[in-house]
């Protein structure tokens, strides 16, 4: 049986004394990994946790997030980290929507839960792993009273074992129904496309756990037989040491991370001699940083397209593809094995190779759905086939390149913004008569958040009050970073924002309207 519980008892079997986790000073071999494991999986059973129940984890990285996600997937439940990003509201939403009996809280987000505890209606427990109210149970505490003994109650392969939220073009995230199916289908291509990890080795995460990006990332390490080196978060100056330190091999990085790496000033003067393979993804990268990039680490560099709702990666650009110069360092790459990818119109007629439409993938990783929402998922997956909501082209070669967002996404660092979401805030201003939020070029996250907003009669509102209104209903990275004012916004007949011709004036100059 291929589970994420599983993973873990064959890794524990064949290496249970290679390092599993590193994380600062502290390190969790495979055995003490799964030993701890199986104790979360028992407090949770005590818990009342039953199968199919969700647990919400929401803190920063470390080792015991770990513990605690494969405890979860041991005793059966569903894996549903918390974008520890957002705004308290925002946070009660995830959690209500899941209808987690359980919440796992670090102790930076204890005064955000504690302000929305009497609105979370079917939490039972909440268990922290440091500072909280005492009536939280203290997580080493509510772990060790717990057997070690597994209790084998690991989640089928086709249902759901992990739910990742991802912002939904409503205004609210939507839950990705991801199953054991979906996750190893994609290991077992992975280690094809990610360049060589050979067990023993060890690799970075430092994109947040929340992410599919950090927490597939970590499962293909693990499966990989590679060890977890997971700091906090990122910061560019501790992530350059643990480089060093740790004579990192392997890392999965967005390229707004790649940046803030090359402008750090010791940068220049770290030893980068360990590193292999870096694998960057999330959102496309500005051909002149890759080149940076590639300079300075002096290593192989493969690019990972794909999606929360494939569970990862689809497309990859392979190393010997990143050559200077060559046109196909601005492809995403090729599919994976396994992955079927077709370009359909607006009719959805197949497009000939270098003519532009939706792209849409078949294969075996794709979600199982968008929990609770059956409409929005036969709307996603049709046919057997899921539409990505991105638009781009393949090649006479089959290399896809990807050109522009049928939806009107914005990705900023690597974080998914949609724009109806920040307009729901705005618009709740007194002063604001109309508002449109779109993605305009920025270099150092790629994109950054605009509103362009209409005043209402007789107001003279300005940009530095827009951003403080949306400063404690929205999480930072979707807050606009500029605003613009205009006496109205183009619209089609049917009243529908021209956002392609809003974004028009400031994509002039660039050839693709991603960044």
Same mark, same amino acid.
Request: aromatic residues 8%; glycine residues 10%.
């Given at each position: 049986?291929?589970?994420?519980?599983?993973?873990?008892?064959?890794?524990?079997?064949?290496?249970? *004394?290679?390092?599993?986790?590193?994380?600062?000073?502290?390190? +969790?071999?495979?055995?003490?990994?799964?030993?701890?494991?199986?104790?979360?999986?028992?407090?949770?059973?005590?818990?009342?946790?039953?199968?199919?129940?969700?647990?919400?984890?929401?803190?920063?990285?470390?080792?015991?997030?770990?513990?605690?996600?494969?405890?979860?997937?041991?005793?059966?439940?569903?894996?549903?980290?918390?974008?520890?990003?957002?705004?308290?509201?925002?946070?009660?939403?995830?959690?209500?929507?899941?209808?987690?009996? =359980?919440?796992?809280?670090?102790?930076?987000?204890?005064?955000?839960?504690?302000?929305?505890?009497?609105?979370? $209606?079917?939490?039972?427990?909440?268990?922290?792993?440091?500072?909280?109210?005492?009536?939280?149970?203290?997580?080493?505490?509510?772990?060790?009273?717990?057997?070690?003994?597994?209790?084998?109650?690991?989640?089928?392969?086709?249902?759901?074992?992990?739910?990742?939220?991802?912002?939904?073009?409503?205004?609210?995230?939507?839950?990705?129904?991801?199953?054991?199916?979906?996750?190893?289908?994609?290991?077992?291509?992975?280690?094809?496309?990610?360049?060589?990890?050979?067990?023993?080795?060890?690799?970075?995460?430092?994109?947040?756990?929340?992410?599919?990006?950090?927490?597939?990332?970590?499962?293909? +390490? +693990?499966?990989?037989?590679?060890?977890?080196?997971?700091?906090?978060?990122?910061?560019?100056? $501790?992530?350059?040491?643990?480089?060093?330190?740790?004579?990192?091999?392997?890392?999965? &990085?967005?390229?707004?991370?790649?940046?803030?790496?090359? &402008?750090?000033?010791?940068?220049?003067?770290?030893?980068?001699?360990?590193?292999?393979?870096?694998?960057?993804?999330?959102?496309?990268?500005?051909? !002149?940083?890759?080149?940076?990039?590639?300079?300075?680490?002096?290593?192989?560099?493969?690019?990972?397209?794909?999606?929360? !709702?494939?569970?990862?990666?689809?497309?990859?650009?392979?190393?010997?593809?990143?050559?200077?110069?060559?046109?196909?360092?601005?492809?995403?790459?090729?599919? =994976?094995?396994?992955?079927?990818?077709?370009?359909? *119109?607006?009719?959805?007629?197949?497009? $000939?190779?270098?003519?532009?439409?939706?792209? =849409?993938?078949?294969?075996?990783?794709?979600?199982?759905?968008?929990?609770?929402?059956?409409?929005?998922? %036969?709307?996603?997956?049709?046919?057997?086939?899921?539409?990505?909501?991105?638009?781009?082209?393949?090649?006479?070669?089959?290399?896809?390149?990807?050109?522009?967002?049928?939806?009107?996404?914005?990705?900023?660092?690597?974080?998914?913004?949609?724009? %109806?979401?920040?307009?729901?805030?705005?618009?709740?201003?007194?002063?604001? %008569? *109309?508002?449109?939020?779109?993605?305009?070029?920025?270099?150092?996250?790629?994109?950054?958040?605009?509103?362009?907003? =209409?005043?209402?009669?007789?107001?003279?509102?300005?940009?530095?009050?827009?951003?403080?209104?949306?400063?404690?209903?929205?999480?930072?990275?979707?807050?606009?970073?500029?605003?613009?004012?205009? *006496?109205? +916004?183009?619209?089609?007949?049917?009243?529908?924002?021209?956002?392609?011709? &809003?974004?028009?004036?400031?994509?002039?100059?660039?050839?693709?309207?991603?960044?």
């Amino acid at each position: 049986m291929r589970t994420v519980g599983s993973l873990l008892r064959w890794r524990a079997n064949q290496h249970p *004394d290679q390092a599993a986790i590193v994380h600062g000073d502290r390190r +969790l071999s495979f055995a003490q990994l799964d030993r701890a494991a199986n104790r979360v999986a028992n407090a949770l059973r005590e818990s009342g946790l039953r199968p199919g129940d969700h647990v919400c984890v929401l803190d920063k990285g470390h080792d015991r997030f770990f513990e605690v996600m494969f405890g979860i997937a041991k005793a059966g439940g569903v894996f549903t980290p918390v974008n520890w990003r957002l705004a308290a509201p925002e946070i009660a939403y995830v959690i209500n929507d899941a209808e987690a009996t =359980v919440l796992i809280v670090g102790g930076e987000f204890a005064d955000a839960v504690r302000s929305i505890e009497p609105e979370l $209606a079917k939490v039972r427990q909440i268990v922290r792993f440091d500072e909280g109210p005492e009536n939280w149970a203290p997580y080493e505490a509510w772990r060790d009273a717990a057997s070690d003994v597994d209790p084998v109650a690991d989640t089928r392969e086709s249902e759901t074992t992990w739910q990742l939220y991802t912002s939904g073009t409503t205004g609210h995230p939507k839950g990705a129904e991801i199953t054991p199916d979906n996750l190893f289908s994609l290991m077992s291509v992975a280690s094809l496309g990610f360049g060589t990890t050979a067990p023993g080795g060890s690799g970075l995460v430092s994109v947040p756990l929340y992410h599919i990006g950090g927490t597939g990332y970590a499962l293909f +390490l +693990l499966y990989s037989g590679v060890t977890v080196v997971v700091t906090r978060e990122f910061e560019p100056g $501790a992530v350059l040491e643990t480089i060093e330190q740790h004579r990192i091999q392997h890392a999965f &990085l967005v390229p707004a991370m790649l940046n803030f790496l090359l &402008l750090h000033p010791n940068s220049a003067k770290t030893d980068f001699s360990s590193l292999e393979t870096i694998l960057y993804g999330a959102s496309p990268i500005p051909e !002149e940083l890759l080149v940076q990039a590639m300079e300075r680490f002096g290593c192989g560099f493969v690019q990972a397209y794909g999606l929360t !709702e494939t569970s990862g990666a689809i497309v990859t650009l392979a190393a010997e593809d990143h050559v200077v110069g060559s046109p196909k360092l601005r492809a995403a790459g090729k599919a =994976v094995f396994g992955c079927d990818i077709r370009i359909l *119109d607006g009719e959805g007629n197949e497009c $000939a190779p270098g003519n532009v439409g939706e792209i =849409v993938v078949r294969c075996d990783s794709v979600m199982k759905g968008y929990w609770n929402l059956p409409e929005a998922s %036969a709307q996603s997956i049709r046919g057997g086939w899921f539409y990505t909501g991105d638009a781009g082209y393949l090649d006479e070669d089959a290399y896809l390149y990807i050109h522009d967002r049928v939806k009107d996404m914005i990705v900023s660092g690597g974080e998914n913004v949609y724009p %109806a979401e920040v307009e729901s805030v705005l618009y709740a201003h007194p002063e604001i %008569a *109309d508002v449109a939020v779109i993605g305009v070029p920025d270099e150092r996250w790629g994109e950054s958040v605009k509103a362009v907003v =209409v005043r209402a009669p007789g107001s003279t509102l300005t940009q530095a009050q827009v951003i403080e209104f949306a400063k404690d209903q929205i999480a930072g990275y979707k807050r606009p970073k500029s605003v613009d004012f205009v *006496d109205e +916004l183009p619209r089609n007949p049917t009243g529908k924002i021209l956002k392609r011709e &809003l974004r028009e004036a400031y994509w002039k100059g660039h050839e693709r309207r991603v960044h």
